[in-house]
């Protein structure tokens, strides 16, 4: 029975590697923030530096990790081979820094980050496909789990594409090619993976049940066949297409609010601890992002509503949705390696005593002031402004790193 | 051989302790039903708070080895059922209170 668990529960010292790394790019991505001037231009080398920092160091090495354990559980059934999981990191790991340094040192060296980024991604793939095969259950959770890694491999193949005509081997249109890509990662991979995991794991930390489904359901659905849209209609350079799968995008994102509302409704657990803190500050962020985002569609090209829109999908939604996980999943797996053997033969903590209470409020409240100061200032094109929400943030960063070295360390001899 | 009872069986899963939540899994009303035989073979019918427990194995191994320690008990088998599935009104008033759904 034991050797069973375990099989679920993939070993802490390959799985805790990913977070660490994932909160250093975290760290670096807001002290980058400090030194890059933003001119309103996406296309600048320098910021698109900063978003591959960003979501391959951080995002996405987290959400690697975080699947690693979660794969199992979703899926209820052991990896096909977790050892898949000790070539990923260093690929990942590698891939990032060399892609990173591409975008803001010598383009050349973004087709050699490509490489690493896109085979990390490819076995990544691989071994989700391979270990779903093992499987019978097809519930929502898992559809997305299959649809956002087929998103997974075009946004990479996508990728690749740009980084080889960046890096002058090959000549397609960057701009539509640029589209289908980040829609392929970014709402395809990212915001299908978060809803189907959300949809286990708010319920499981916060006791509730008996919600309907449907509003999440439809909004996977919708979500799917906008980001094919976009994909199909940047590549074959059909606008309408491309514009009706924006349009979707928006309707899913509103459908998958209200599926949190109604589980946030259904909730047993009514404390206010760090994790539900760090969420709601993430759906509020969601929330503000869409609507800044609906306007910017409105508008003709305002481009501060579409920055707007961006910094707080990013820096509100994503880093406090991961973030405040973090102060659920890493107790647990420091909780599974150092004390489920010690269950009925010593007196064991409680999970809630795992995480530094102290330096996890202060990486919330900084990171929540820098993140609203920073994208206040990021949309009335205030530097000062900016600069000094993204030092808050900064520092909240270096807590949320103090608050990982302490959750790591608990109970070590 | 003295027959084990229900009461002795319950009381040894009280002893094992949701370390998400913090309570016992009697309190928590996790435990359906107990049921031994002539043989002091003990099967134990339980569920989870949730389908996609990562310890859902974890818990099993915890509540067979608890009822193990009673004296006399012999073969113990643990199986988790969904059906019905757990809702908070199957947990005791003092859970229910500290949750906040009392």
Known sequence: MFNISREFAPPFKLIAPFFVVGTIFYILSAAALLFISFDYDYMQMGIAGWAHLFLLGYVMMIIFGAMAQLIPVVLETGHFSVDFYYVIFPLLLLGTIVMVLGFWLNPILLSFGGILVLAAMGIFAIEVFLTIKKTDLNTLTVKCVKVSNIFLLLGILSGFLLSLTIAGFLGVDINSILKAHVYAVVGGYIMITIMGITLILLPMFGLAHGFDEKPVNLSFKIMTYSVAFVIIGSFIGFKVLAQLGYIGAFVSIALYFYQIILIYKKRIRKESDIWFKSVLFAFFSLLLSWILGFMYLLSTDYRPLLYGAVWFLFMGFFSFLINGHLYKIVPFLVWFHRYAPLVGKEKVPMLQEMYPKKQSEYEFWFTMGGTLIAGYGLMIGSSDFFKAGVAFLFIGSVFLGTSLKWMLNFGRN | ?102
């Open chain 2, 1 to 102: 051989m003295a027959k084990v009872t229900k009461e002795q069986v319950y009381d040894a899963i009280r002893t094992v302790i949701d370390p998400e939540v913090g309570f016992n899994l009697v309190d928590m009303g996790l435990i359906y039903d107990v049921d031994i035989d002539d043989e002091n073979n003990v099967h134990v019918k339980m569920t989870l708070s949730t389908r996609g427990c990562p310890l859902h194995q974890m818990m099993q191994q915890w509540v067979k080895e608890a009822v193990e320690k009673i004296a006399d008990v012999k073969e113990v088998t643990v199986e988790i059922v969904w059906d019905p599935p757990w809702n908070i009104s199957m947990a005791s008033d003092n859970v229910k209170k500290a949750l906040g759904a009392g």
